[in-house]
């Protein structure tokens, strides 16, 4: 079945510390979303990328950093930067940049400890 | 930064009934898409309707459909017959024509009661 893989379903994380999360999918889809969600915050968008070796930041880019060195995956690195990084993190993919929705992997959970 | 507002944190409806779920946005723009997700417990957020701004005729998806108001900027979800498993979060989100970014509510959170 086709579909966005995240893992972990939950990651710690000590302060100072650099926490990859990783995003795979196998729908060929071209274009690759991060977002960030907290509660009463709804969902916010950190990076997305459209195309293979090209990303542009999102509204909260700052202390994340992101790669996609291949179309299948989009994996993202929160820094040590990131003064808070507890949340849920959730990937997503499209076609036709969204033209016909997103669709959303189960999330990874981020908690520093 | 375009803004989506659902003004409704929390709703409760009874098994069978309906419930409108309301979402307003704002936007300059003449062309742009609407969109409902559902959150359910298991966290996957799964498209449940979609609305292209240039049709007047509003969507529908089975037991799910849309109040589309383009004057008003509204775009409320209403769900028939509701079942137990319609219970979760529900998100509204916009899209540009011309973008690539959606911007989302800041969700509904919908009860079901048997």
């Known amino acids: 079945d086709g579909g966005i893989t995240q893992s972990p379903k939950y990651l710690f994380r000590k302060e100072g510390q650099n926490v990859t999360l990783s995003c795979e999918q196998n729908?060929?889809?071209?274009?690759m979303y991060w977002y960030r969600q907290d509660p009463g915050q709804g969902l916010r968008l950190i990076y997305y990328?459209?195309?293979?070796?090209?990303?542009q930041k999102g509204d909260i880019a700052e202390g994340y950093s992101v790669s996609r060195e291949k179309k299948e995956s989009f994996p993202l690195t929160v820094t040590s930067a990131q003064k808070n990084p507890t949340a849920f993190y959730l990937c997503?993919?499209?076609?036709?940049?969204?033209?016909?929705?997103?669709?959303f992997g189960s999330g990874t959970r981020l908690t520093v400890v | 930064a375009q803004t989506v507002t659902q003004s409704q944190p929390e709703m409760s409806v009874q098994e069978a009934e309906t419930v409108t779920l309301s979402c307003t946005y704002d936007?300059?723009?003449?062309?742009?898409?609407l969109f409902w997700y559902k959150q359910p417990p298991s966290r996957q957020m799964i498209l449940v309707i979609r609305?292209?701004?240039?049709?007047?005729q509003n969507a529908t998806e089975n037991r799910f459909s849309v109040n589309f108001q383009k004057a008003a900027k509204s775009f409320s979800l209403k769900i028939s017959d509701s079942q137990l498993g319609d219970a979760a979060m529900y998100f509204c989100?916009?899209?540009?024509?011309?973008?690539?970014?959606?911007?989302f509510g800041t969700g509904t959170s919908l009860t079901v009661i048997p």
């Open positions: 997503a993919s499209s076609i036709m940049w969204g033209l016909y929705g997103y669709t």
């Open positions: 729908l060929n889809h071209d274009a």
């Open positions: 990328s459209q195309i293979v070796n090209d990303f």
């Open positions: 936007t300059s723009e003449s062309d742009y898409y």
């Open positions: 609305q292209e701004a240039y049709k007047q």
């Open positions: 989100a916009y899209r540009r024509g011309a973008g690539n970014q959606f911007y």
